[in-house]
């Protein structure tokens, strides 16, 4: 079959079913997948079952250990100039706590916010946007903002959601040990109302109590389908997206929707495996969503393949209309051009640039220094807000089966064509090169956000 028969073929299958969707509804039936969860361990033997309906020539999931949690109880009211209480949210990893302290609102959470009132944080607790200023240069993640309030001797932090809609806004904080301050999600309507009463230099007193549970050793999986290429076995592409989501939510788009992604795309190259030539693992990865865990350990546990593995491809976001019509490289730059020319002879409008990602899970490939990209939108303004992610309304409702469809056929035959590449020209990265790519900038973001152990 030629490869635009096989286009069609693609193309046909995939925009004529309602398997993508089918499979997002289910997975969103067994609740959140959060890391731990009764709900993930059915997901991974769903997810290993359709991947055996498809026809992989491997469906297998892979086990590890990590530091679990359990959700308890939260509260947080005011002292002063009031006595009430408000709605909250623990973050994850976040354990016992009962703190009372004045409350310092530091906007953003930049590094020049932080400094500006360096000599105010010390022993209060911190507000924090959750969003990132349109006018910086780059996103500010959480756990930067996290880390610095940490480093200035705050007693505790809130994360204040930036859109209304009496939301309050979850999201990590140390993914290998207990975060060592308290941390809460709160309602942009809960945090401005604080803001109102400290006008005028009025001091607000906070008091956070919290209490929440930890497994030393639980039980996570990572889910991997593989079509075994025909005549370059040994050389693998890594097609992943992670499947769990947080524990308040179905989490239908963060990331349900690229986990159903990868499986149609799987699905749908599974149809024409006779002609691929390099070998496709397709990744369903878990726990992304408190520290990159899942991928982190694939990365560990597939030491002795990092050398073959010629692409991974991440696809969070993936399935939400154009917010993966793009492809961000990570570091290898020499890949732009190729997949540019990829792309126009696909006639797919898909920009494809160099834009360094370090908390999805392209991140643990990146460092191991594999070729890599990440679904993207890159030409779109940056709002610096997640929309509906990371809080109780991220459900089945805001997926449509389209987007689900548009970004499958774009996924699998892109990712036949780079299976079949003949003069694929990315090869793994050193540390050196790692740690150049990343930067200096990017590297005291790790270091804030905890992640120390790399680069070594």
């Not at 086990?63 to 509260?75: I, V």
């Not at 693998?236 to 308040?248: E, L, Q, S, T």
């Not at 990744?283 to 990365?299: A, P």
């Not at 469809?405 to 003069?423: G, H, M, P, T, Y």
Request: hydrophobic fraction near 40%.
């Amino acid at each position: 079959m030629s490869l635009r028969d096989t286009d069609k073929s693609i193309i046909g299958e995939v925009w004529t079913s309602t398997e993508a969707i089918d499979n997002l509804s289910n997975l969103c039936s067994f609740g959140s997948r959060f890391g731990g969860s009764e709900s993930e361990r059915l997901a991974v033997d769903y997810m290993v079952s359709k991947f055996a309906e498809y026809g992989m020539d491997r469906a297998a999931k892979e086990h590890f250990h990590h530091l679990g949690w359990t959700r308890g109880t939260a509260s947080v009211g005011t002292v002063a100039p009031i006595v009430k209480e408000f709605d909250c949210i623990s973050l994850p990893h976040v354990g016992n706590a009962n703190v009372t302290g004045d409350l310092v609102y530091v906007g953003y959470g930049t590094s020049h916010e932080f400094d500006a009132l360096r000599d105010e944080i010390a022993g209060k607790i911190v507000m924090i946007n959750t969003r990132s200023p349109s006018y910086f240069p780059r996103p500010i993640h959480r756990k930067e903002k996290l880390g610095r309030a940490v480093e200035g001797g705050a007693a505790g932090v809130v994360f204040m959601r930036w859109e209304p809609g009496m939301l309050a806004e979850t999201g990590s904080t140390f993914h290998d040990r207990e975060c060592p301050i308290p941390a809460i999600g709160v309602s942009r309507e809960v945090g401005e109302e604080w803001r109102r009463m400290g006008k005028g230099g009025v001091p607000v007193t906070l008091r956070i109590r919290l209490s929440n549970q930890f497994k030393p050793q639980a039980d996570s999986w990572n889910v991997v389908g593989e079509i075994t290429g025909r005549t370059k076995p040994e050389e693998i592409v890594v097609v992943g997206a992670h499947f769990d989501g947080h524990d308040i939510a179905p989490g239908a788009m963060d990331d349900g929707a690229g986990a159903a992604v990868v499986m149609e795309a799987s699905r749908a190259l599974a149809m024409h495996k006779a002609s691929i030539k390099r070998t496709i693992r397709f990744c369903c990865f878990s726990i992304e969503e408190i520290g990159l865990q899942g991928s982190t350990n694939y990365v560990r546990a597939h030491q002795d393949e990092l050398d073959r593995i010629t692409f991974m491809l991440n696809l969070d976001g993936a399935g939400r209309g154009d917010a993966s019509k793009d492809l961000a490289i990570q570091g290898s730059t020499e890949l732009i051009p190729y997949l540019r020319r990829l792309a126009s002879s696909m006639n797919e409008p898909m920009a494809v640039d160099n834009n360094i990602v370090l908390f999805t899970d392209c991140f643990p490939f990146l460092a191991a220094g594999v070729p890599a990209a990440t679904a993207a939108n890159l030409g779109g303004q940056t709002t610096g807000v997640r929309g509906f992610g990371h809080t109780a309304a991220d459900t089945l409702d805001k997926v449509a089966l389209r987007d689900l469809q548009s970004a499958a056929i774009r996924v699998a035959r892109l990712i036949l064509r780079v299976a079949n590449a003949d003069d694929w020209p990315a090869k793994r990265m050193s540390t050196e090169q790692v740690r150049e790519v990343i930067g200096p900038s990017g590297l005291e973001v790790l270091r804030l956000a905890g992640r120390t152990e790399f680069p070594r």
